[in-house]
């Protein structure tokens, strides 16, 4: 059996012969949302965790891709003109391959807003007056602070978080407590397995409510690693640069967070379906004063799902039609594309399982992240660098390919109610979704037992880590990389 590197290197020369897609999450997936970077999703996350004897569904969304940490001023905020939504479905409102517009509407839908406000307008220092200490004191000029509102099915609106606020940006010396011995002059705090070990400024922008939710929302390390440059530069052998090359190391994300107990979802004997939107309002009217007037409907402008849905299956031709159109039309507009995906072609795929594969369309479509909450907590991602907490026991970045697995009590999944421990159940931070999914393009998981091309020391593009430990604890992603030292 040729191995995965094999595989690609011997397709390169019919790769180089095809229009080029993008086939990996670049973060620059689609040419519209490119020009609005505070609206252009990222990456989602959706697992089960377990804190405090309460089961949760953590969810992630992260925005505004290639924060360059050393920019000033750092300006890398969220949109306060950007309505963030994590949509939640459960049971009859659950989108599926035989039902994609379920008559029921999200069993829950989270809205995240945000308002921007400055201490001192008359100065060019904007975001940093001095050292910040304490979150939001006298040295932190740019604040922004957040309500999260929860819609039910029945379209009743509660309020679970007002005034939230969003720790500084990771600068440096302004912001010295992100940083290892509280030096802005040092790289980025790694990854604690305790809340106890999280830096200052992230300990206090944790908040929790009566009803056991939990929300963070702030700079983040962006938590996706993967060889893209040579993906661009043609390179699928992934030796052009010497050495692996994660193209996502060093830059930040802004990422909001969010507990969800189970038991707000119906309980745990459920399959949940998890996407975000990011929405803004149909008028803007520009005015010389700079004070623009927004109106009308909120008018989603972008959307993710599954990591590499949009980046690595769909052509430019629909990509920015995709992030317009309702989850609802995925099945009539977007399905052809998983079960006959281009990629395939590329990867030199047999010509059997270039088609009809209806197992990738299980995995893609509708467009959302399955996460069957019956399971035990997911294994957890630490990080190998020095001083960042291990991974849990049985982590493994290739998920059920590396033989990383949950059992279900709903499911009976790969038989026995075996499910993988990562995506595409879930996606927690580590996974290596560029490894899992082209493993996945190249087997056959239709088959039973399923074809699986490759073992658990696949390594596709020679990235097989983050850039820095993932925290073990809420809210999970990795310290902001420090703009002195990344």
């Given at each position: 059996m040729k191995s995965i590197t094999q595989t690609w290197a011997a397709s390169f020369a019919l790769t180089a012969l095809l229009p080029l897609s993008t086939m990996a999450s670049s973060h620059m997936d689609a040419p519209l949302v490119t020009l609005d970077p505070a609206a252009n999703t990222t990456d989602v996350y959706a697992f089960v965790s377990m804190?405090?004897?309460?089961?949760?569904?953590?969810?992630?969304?992260?925005?505004?891709?290639?924060?360059?940490?050393?920019?000033?001023?750092?300006?890398?905020?969220?949109?306060?003109?950007?309505?963030?939504?994590i949509r939640v479905a459960t049971g009859t409102s659950l989108p599926t391959a035989a039902i994609p517009k379920p008559k029921t509407p999200p069993t829950q839908t989270y809205e995240f807003s945000f308002k921007t406000a400055y201490k001192n307008r008359n100065t060019i220092a904007q975001s940093y007056l001095g050292v910040i200490n304490t979150v939001n004191d006298a040295a932190q000029n740019l604040t922004q602070s957040y309500t999260v509102k929860k819609i039910g099915s029945d379209n009743k609106s509660t309020v679970l978080f007002t005034n939230a606020l969003v720790p500084p940006n990771n600068q440096g010396l302004t912001t010295p407590k992100y940083n290892q011995d509280n030096d802005g002059e040092k790289a980025a705090k790694e990854g604690v397995a305790d809340a106890a070990g999280l830096d200052a400024y992230t300990a206090a922008s944790i908040y929790t409510n009566t009803a056991g939710y939990q929300v963070f929302a702030g700079q983040r390390d962006d938590g996706f690693y993967a060889d893209v440059q040579s993906i661009f530069?043609?390179?699928?052998?992934?030796?052009?640069?010497?050495?692996?090359?994660?193209?996502?190391?060093?830059?930040?994300?802004?990422?909001?967070?969010?507990?969800?107990?189970?038991?707000?979802?119906?309980?745990?004997?459920?399959?949940?379906?998890?996407?975000?939107?990011?929405?803004?309002?149909?008028?803007?009217?520009?005015?010389?004063?700079?004070?623009?007037?927004?109106?009308?409907?909120?008018?989603?402008?972008g959307r993710q799902g599954n990591p590499?849905?949009?980046?690595?299956?769909?052509?430019?031709?629909?990509?920015?039609?995709?992030?317009?159109?309702?989850?609802?039309?995925?099945?009539?507009?977007?399905?052809?594309?998983?079960?006959?995906?281009?990629?395939?072609?590329?990867?030199?795929?047999?010509?059997?399982?270039?088609?009809?594969?209806?197992?990738?369309?299980?995995?893609?479509?509708?467009?959302?992240?399955?996460?069957?909450?019956?399971?035990?907590?997911a294994k957890l991602a630490g990080g190998s660098n020095v001083g960042a907490a291990a991974n849990d026991a049985g982590f493994h970045r290739l998920g059920i390919f590396g033989g990383d697995t949950l059992t279900s009590a709903i499911q009976p999944g790969f038989g026995g109610g075996t499910l993988a421990g990562g995506w595409p159940n879930g996606r927690r931070f580590g996974d290596d979704v560029v490894d899992i999914a082209v493993i996945a393009i190249l087997s056959d998981l239709r088959t039973s037992p399923p074809m699986i091309f490759g073992d658990s020391t696949a390594n596709v593009d020679g990235v097989q880590s983050n850039d820095i430990g993932y925290n073990k604890v809420f809210p999970y992603a990795a310290t902001p990389q420090n703009g002195r030292n990344h």
């Open positions: 804190q405090n004897s309460i089961k949760y569904l953590t969810v992630a969304l992260a925005v505004y891709p290639h924060e360059e940490p050393g920019i000033g001023p750092n300006k890398y905020n969220f949109d306060d003109n950007v309505l963030y939504r530069d043609l390179d699928f052998s992934f030796t052009g640069g010497g050495k692996p090359f994660d193209s996502q190391g060093g830059y930040n994300v802004h990422t909001i967070v969010l507990n969800i107990p189970v038991s707000e979802l119906g309980g745990d004997q459920r399959v949940a379906g998890v996407w975000a939107e990011t929405s803004r309002q149909a008028t803007t009217v520009l005015k010389n004063t700079a004070l623009d007037t927004r109106s009308g409907l909120w008018i989603q402008v590499l849905f949009c980046e690595a299956l769909l052509p430019g031709l629909v990509k920015d039609a995709y992030n317009r159109s309702p989850i609802g039309e995925d099945v009539e507009r977007y399905k052809q594309y998983a079960t006959a995906p281009e990629l395939a072609t590329i990867l030199g795929v047999a010509p059997d399982r270039r088609v009809n594969r209806s197992d990738l369309a299980g995995i893609f479509i509708p467009d959302l992240i399955k996460v069957d909450l019956s399971t035990g907590p």
